[in-house]
Structures are given as structure tokens and as C-alpha cells.
């Protein structure tokens, strides 16, 4: 945690917290309102990291990052172009991955464009190359759906650009199927909080 | 029975549970979040009630299976997704979670309203075969194609996802003896002392 200068900040940096555990909206905004919102940006990172590795091990429950997700859109999004593109892979038209996925990195303030459900490889590269994207975030939701990563892949390296930007594969669990840990990309889980965390710390790096 | 059955929303009516929908969701009340989770509940329900359109259908396939099809229409997904879009994720995901509750109370019920129907033919259920273990996505995809002109909305991909999302797909077998090793049978009460399965499950 960044350590406090002043006991009015501590207690500032404290009642952010308290109101992202809550999911208090409402106390985020004004909060920010009070001032020194760039302080509080980095606060608001520096807990959801925290928040985040103790549910990927396994003592909080998602419905906390949930809460904290909600809290946390009171921060306004950054003005900057895309970064990333979220869809749900060819073949997977189910819409909850995506959205849970969308909600995370919106969460860390990640810049993203929404690719929808069931996106083609085609238009995975597209978004790539129209907006300069660094992130592919692609959500999965059976191991089938792992052929539209391999194409994505390809397609990038056919069109010279794959090494222009990450791609990031979640959702369907490794366990079930060992070859998604051979896929041509460069993180995969089955979990989005985790997916979002590496963008987010690979963005910043 | 019919070739087709349709079963009604009449025959599903919704009885949200929150203590359950909230340890779906490990929203306890000791957890920092649980007010906010509260305090939406009955939003969330409302939303559940507008847009959802549950309905069943069994497809006698042949004189001894048939398969269900059990689904709330695509509009709670729908909803949820609006919700998500507006940040408004807490009732979001409980929509989520709700929709899924109400899909395994359907099952239990379209489960009594079978056997109900079967046993004037004197029959009754031996098994279930699942998407995914035992009930091949082929099967499932000719099952809907003939069910299209009661539920023309429903599809399985090739992967085997299923659409809407929130619905839910899988092949029950018949016999003329009430038995076997089908979860929802009590061997405590089935006279068949003999059978097989009686001491597997």
C-alpha cells in the first residue's frame, strides 16, 4: 500500500477503500470530488491489486470485485484511445464471460473497446489494426472455441503485426483441456480477474 | 405423450430464493458488499419477472427416450448485459444467478410434469444423459431442428454452446420398470432390491 503523507490523506485513501468493499458508488464520487484525484487513481489501483490477488487465492469472493468494479466506475474513464479489445471468441455466444471480463478491466480504468459475442478472428485483427490496440482479450467458454486464438494468431502473423500486441485468452479452464495451455498466446487463464490484471500491469509497465 | 410437449410458463412460477441466489454468489453477511447485494435484491427480481419466458418442451425422439428442453428466452441476458453496460454490475450479476436458480427449479418441476405424463403410459425415467458427457451435441442439434416449430429461437454450436444462454438441454430414457441410476431416483423407496445401480449411487 503507498504509505500516507498526512493523516488527512490516510483517512481519504481509508474511506476509498472502505467504499470500494462496499460498493458505494455514491462515496467514490465524493470523495473525488474532495480533490486530488490522481492520489486517489493510484489508491483505487493499488487496492484493487491487493483486492485481486487475495481472490485469485482464494479468500475473497468475486462478489467483492464485483462491488469494487461498481464502486469504482464513479472514477471517469480515462480520456485516451483504446488499448484492448474484449470479445467473446468465435463460437461462444454466451454473453456473461464477456461482459465479467469488460467489467474488470473497465475496472482498472483500461481503455477498451467492446467486440461483442461470437467475434471472428477477422475482426479481432481488424480492431487491431484500425485503433493500434496492444491487448486482444479473448473470452472463451469451452476449449472448442480455442481454434479462433490459433486464427488470430495466424492472421497476425500473415498480416506482420503480431508482435504488435498482446493477446490475453480467458475462460475456459486449462484443466479441461491441456492443449489451451499450448496456444499462441502470450497469458492464459480461465479466470478474468486474472486476465485483467496482467493487461492492466503489462499497460503500465 | 405427444411427438411434442410444450410445458407452459404456467407450469414454472418463480419463487426466488435470496439466501440461496446469495451463497451462489458467496455473499454472506459478513462480507463488506452484502448491503449493497441487499439492496438490489428486489430489483434484480423484478427484472427477472419482466423478462423472463420460461418454457419447456420434451421431444419424444423414440419410444423409449426423450429429449427436454427447458429455457427462459433470450431477454434476461439481454438485461443483464444492459445492466453490465450501465456499470450497474451488482444487479447484473445477480440477474445472472437468479436466471440460473430459476433454470434448475424448471428442471425439478419439468421433472414431476414428465413423470406425470409418462406414467399413464406406465412408464418412467432410467437415466439421464447430459450435454457434454453423455448426450452428443449431433443429437442435441437434430432434437431443436425438429423443436423449431414450437421454439424457433434455440440453437446448439458446434462447441456446444447453447442459445439462449439460459437455457439448458438433456435426454432422459425410458423404461417400463422405475429405476436405474437416475440422480433424481430414491432407491430407498424403489422395490427392485436387486438392481444394480441401487449400490453404486
Known amino acids: 500500500m503507498i504509505p500516507a503523507c498526512d493523516p488527512g490523506q490516510s483517512a481519504v485513501k481509508d474511506q476509498l477503500q472502505d467504499a470500494l468493499l462496499r460498493g458505494e458508488r455514491s462515496t467514490v464520487a465524493a470523495l473525488l470530488e474532495s480533490g486530488a484525484p490522481d492520489a486517489l487513481v493510484r489508491a483505487k489501483n493499488s487496492f484493487l491489486n491487493d483486492l485481486t490477488d487475495r481472490y485469485l487465492a482464494g479468500s475473497l469472493p468475486f462478489c467483492q470485485l464485483t462491488a469494487a468494479a461498481q464502486a469504482a466506475s464513479a472514477f471517469p474513464a480515462p480520456d485516451l484511445p483504446p488499448v484492448a479489445c474484449c470479445g467473446a471468441a468465435q463460437g461462444n455466444t454466451s454473453a456473461a464471460g464477456r461482459d465479467y471480463t469488460l467489467m474488470l478491466l473497465s475496472m482498472w480504468g483500461v481503455p477498451v473497446l467492446d467486440l461483442g459475442v461470437d467475434v471472428s478472428p477477422e475482426a479481432f485483427l481488424s480492431a487491431v489494426l484500425e485503433h493500434r490496440l496492444r491487448f486482444v482479450v479473448c473470452v472463451l467458454f469451452t476449449p472448442g472455441d480455442a481454434e479462433c486464438v490459433r486464427r488470430i494468431h495466424e492472421l497476425a502473423e500473415e498480416h506482420g503485426c503480431r508482435k504488435d500486441f498482446s493477446l490475453v485468452v480467458c475462460g475456459a479452464s486449462p484443466s479441461e483441456d491441456r492443449s489451451l495451455l499450448s496456444l499462441p498466446a502470450d497469458f492464459v487463464t480461465h479466470r478474468a480477474a486474472a486476465a485483467a490484471q496482467w493487461v492492466m500491469n503489462a499497460w503500465k509497465r | ?201
Open chain 2, 1 to 201: 405423450m405427444e411427438k411434442i410437449t410444450v410445458y407452459s410458463g404456467d407450469c414454472f412460477p418463480l419463487r426466488p430464493d435470496r439466501e440461496e441466489v446469495f451463497r451462489w454468489l458467496q455473499c454472506s453477511a459478513e462480507q463488506p458488499c452484502y448491503g449493497a447485494f441487499a439492496a438490489v435484491w428486489d430489483r434484480a427480481v423484478a427484472l427477472l419477472s419482466e423478462t423472463a419466458e420460461p418454457r419447456a418442451a420434451a421431444l419424444r425422439e423414440a419410444e423409449d427416450r426423450l429429449s427436454i428442453l427447458l429455457t427462459l428466452g433470450q431477454r434476461p441476458e439481454e438485461a443483464a448485459t444492459r445492466l453490465f453496460y450501465k456499470q450497474d454490475y451488482i444487479t447484473g450479476s445477480i440477474l445472472n444467478v437468479l436466471c440460473d436458480e430459476l433454470l434448475f427449479q424448471m428442471d425439478g418441476l419439468a421433472f414431476e410434469l414428465l413423470k406425470r405424463d409418462l406414467a399413464r403410459e406406465r412408464l418412467s425415467v432410467s437415466a439421464r444423459e447430459e450435454p457434454g458427457i453423455d448426450y452428443p451435441i449431433e443429437d442435441q442439434q437434430s432434437c431443436l431442428a425438429q423443436l423449431r416449430p414450437v421454439f424457433p429461437g434455440v440453437s446448439i454450436s458446434e462447441h456446444g454452446i447453447i442459445s439462449p444462454a439460459k437455457s439448458m438441454m438433456y435426454r432422459v430414457m425410458l423404461s417400463h420398470r422405475d429405476c436405474g441410476h437416475v440422480s433424481l431416483h430414491d432407491c430407498s423407496v424403489c422395490p427392485q432390491t436387486d438392481c444394480l445401480y441401487r449400490h453404486v449411487k
